[in-house]
């Protein structure tokens, strides 16, 4: 069925990147309907949101460990196992405890995609150009989580939502135990004499993911309800929003691209100084605007936001030997995902007490220190 091990791999991290940001997106999507049905505030939303963002950073963590001991297919086979148990869960909830029961349990299992994912594709000839496709996939999932959970919330019960993505990650499965190469982590007693395994500059790499997480969560996660307060379209609400921010992450594909091709011509280190810096202006014109102008500026936020992933990727595969980059792609995601959750549980209590347009412009304080610590690692020259 499939040429190559190439070709398999390029699948199953396809489906798997695409799955992991789709379903994960579908709750801030339907969050309107969730407040309706189960008569919550803003701030409690908001808390539903962290549960599932929280666990899927700290799943990350023990993730990168599995991946360097088991083999990426294995922990990658476990992810869409769990993620099709955990949409049983969600689809049979009919209270808000069981509702975040289920959310956390997706979240639990859809952390173990990145380290694994990631680093299958981090052994790529071009690793650079390998990451901007491998984020492709991640855009086009992040774009059809809010169009698939506005739209179907819109018309029908938002179960069928996860119902319908709980069918892919079936379908990832059968594809990564039935036709993936298993993949054998080097297994050296030498491991701690090439060096410590985390070096200063990882950890910069690390804060920087923290601080990213938490600015790019506030973004996305908050974007499909201010789209359904400040943008008149001729669908219901929680639809629009959902449409709007499909537009904007479907444009975010095309920073994925431009991230990975720039990344083969310019020092990655350099670029990603400008990647970070080049969100503030946008996100700042966002807590201002509404109608056509909060479109344009949400829009062309989207496609300098989404260059960062395969920078940072593609600079973790630079500077990490390959028996410890699972570790790494763990503790970096780890903690972009389990900070970034936190974002949900801060931009609730700003819409519930002062105004949603408000955690736009809040939210670029966070990225200026983000800023300062990727020119301390282009001075390092790595």
Not at 223 to 242: A, H, K, Q, R, W
């Amino acid at each position: 069925m499939f040429k190559n091990s190439s070709s398999i791999i390029f699948i199953s991290t396809a489906i798997g990147h695409m799955l992991v940001h789709s379903i994960t997106l579908i709750y801030p999507a339907i969050m309107i309907v969730i407040k309706n049905e189960f008569q919550v505030s803003l701030i409690e939303l908001g808390q539903l949101g962290t549960i599932q963002f929280l666990l899927f950073g700290l799943a990350a963590f023990p993730a990168g460990y599995l991946v360097d001991k088991i083999g990426s297919r294995n922990v990658l086979g476990i992810y869409f196992i769990g993620i099709s148990l955990s949409v049983v869960i969600i689809s049979l909830a009919n209270t808000l405890i069981g509702l975040a029961f289920g959310l956390g349990t997706l979240g639990l299992f859809a952390g173990l995609y990145h380290p694994a994912g990631l680093n299958l594709i981090s052994n790529s000839t071009n690793v650079s150009r390998y990451m901007g496709y491998h984020g492709i996939s991640g855009s086009v999932g992040l774009t059809l989580g809010p169009l698939i959970g506005g739209s179907i919330a819109g018309f029908t019960d938002w179960r069928f939502a996860f119902i319908l993505l709980g069918c892919v990650s079936l379908l990832g499965a059968i594809i990564v135990f039935k036709y993936l190469p298993t993949d054998r982590p080097e297994k050296s007693p030498e491991i701690f004499k090439s060096g410590p395994i985390i070096e200063p500059v990882h950890i910069v790499i690390f804060a920087i993911s923290a601080l990213w997480g938490f600015a790019h969560h506030g973004i996305f996660n908050f974007m499909p309800i201010y789209f359904s307060e400040s943008v008149i379209l001729n669908f219901d609400p929680v639809t629009s929003g959902g449409l709007l921010t499909a537009f904007v992450l479907l444009i975010g594909t095309f920073g994925q691209i431009i991230g990975g091709r720039l990344g083969e011509k310019i020092p990655r280190q350099k670029l990603l100084i400008w990647v970070i810096a080049l969100n503030i202006p946008f996100m700042l014109i966002m807590g201002i605007s509404s109608g056509v102008i909060l479109v344009i500026a949400a829009g062309l936020l989207g496609a300098v936001n989404f260059t960062y992933q395969p920078v940072n990727n593609s600079l973790i595969a630079d500077m990490t030997i390959k028996k410890n980059r699972g570790l790494v792609y763990g503790i970096s995601s780890g903690l972009g995902f389990g900070v970034g959750s936190f974002s949900m549980m801060a931009g609730g209590y700003i819409g519930e007490y002062f105004s949603i347009q408000y955690i736009f412009p809040l939210l670029t304080i966070i990225l200026i220190p983000a800023v300062f610590l990727s020119l301390w690692i282009y001075n390092k020259k790595i």
